[in-house]
Nanobody, 121 residues
Framework: QVPLVESGGGSVQAGGSLRLSCAAS?????MGWFRQSPGQEREGVAF???????SYADSVKGRFTISKDNAKNTLYLQMNGLKPEDTAMYSC??????????????????WGQGTQVTVSS
C-alpha cells in the first residue's frame, strides 16, 4: 500500500486558491509539503508534527495553511493568494520518528508522487 497519495493540484490565476490533500497510510510524527520547480532546489513549504506544531517557509507565511485531519489521516495544504512564483511540483512527505524540527527534506523517509500547481499571472 502506497503510504502517501496526493491530490488537488491544478492551474489557477494569481490571487486564486487551491487545496492540496495527502492521504496517509499509517502513523507519522512529522509531515510536510515540499515543492520544486525546474532548475530550482527543492524547497520546504510547510510542516506539521503529530502534536500539532506547525511551521512555514517565510515565502508562504500568511498565505498557506497546513493542517491534518486525524480521523481521515489526511494532510492538507490550503494555499491562498497564490503567486506565479508558487508554480511548482508539490510533494507531501512523512516520517515516523520523533524530531524537534521537521523542516529538512533529508528527515523524511516517505514521499508522495507529487502534484503540479501552476499559477498564471
Amino acid at each position: 500500500q502506497v503510504p502517501l497519495v496526493e491530490s488537488g493540484g491544478g492551474s489557477v490565476q494569481a490571487g486564486g486558491s487551491l487545496r492540496l490533500s495527502c492521504a496517509a497510510s499509517g502513523y507519522f510524527f512529522c509531515m510536510g509539503w515540499f515543492r520544486q520547480s525546474p532548475g530550482q532546489e527543492r524547497e520546504g513549504v510547510a510542516f506539521i508534527r503529530s502534536d500539532g506544531y506547525t511551521s512555514y517557509a517565510d515565502s508562504v507565511k500568511g498565505r498557506f495553511t497546513i493542517s491534518k485531519d486525524n480521523a481521515k489521516n489526511t494532510l492538507y495544504l490550503q494555499m491562498n493568494g497564490l503567486k506565479p512564483e508558487d508554480t511548482a511540483m508539490y510533494s507531501c512527505a512523512a516520517d515516523k520518528w520523533w524530531r524537534a524540527v521537521c523542516t529538512g527534506a533529508h528527515q523524511y523517509n516517505y514521499w508522495g508522487q507529487g502534484t503540479q500547481v501552476t499559477v498564471s499571472s
